[in-house]
């Protein structure tokens, strides 16, 4: 199972408009995927109690995470690094089960001029840690605000030719 996880609970986030263009990719290649985008998750993992009693609320998205074989995580920049709350997923999943000895894909997408490459570097410390194998093509997308048109796909051609040459050794991987 393929999960693409959005690294951001931003609302009407471009994390979110990425994931839903690679889950398009992936699909003309007759391969299926869910988004995970962390809007979706529950309220209560971020109360100092979910450590003490890990609730049911999260159950169904730890279910699909332990199930999932091979993630693309859409990593946007935020002040120079990725999101906390993408740490904050990391850290109440089950560890190790919920990552170790899995692959993973990485994007950076950024507003500013060098697309994360900090962020997707300090993420790529926390996969290795929980023992992902990263694919070595990570991809980095500055001013994604001038590359998705009104439908959110990207239409610049040395963008697509990097992005399917991902999504290609990704699903090689
Ligand atoms: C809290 C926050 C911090 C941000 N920090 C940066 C930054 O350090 N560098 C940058 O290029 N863009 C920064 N941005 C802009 C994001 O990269 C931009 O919103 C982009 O569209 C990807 O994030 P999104 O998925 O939330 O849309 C920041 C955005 C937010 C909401």
Redesign the pocket.
Known sequence: MITIISG?N?PN???LRVAKFYQNLLKNKNIDCNILPLTSLPISIYSPDFYLNPNKEFNDLQELITKTQKFIFII?????SFPGVLKTLIDVCKFPDSFDNKKCALLG????KYGNIRGVEHFTGIAHYCGMHVLPLKLHIPA??NELNENGDFFNEKTLKFINEQVNKFVEF
Not at 76 to 80: K, R, V
Not at 109 to 112: E, K, M, P, W
């Open positions: 951001t931003r986030s471009n994390s946007p920049e935020y002040n120079g997408i950024a507003t500013g994604i605000h």
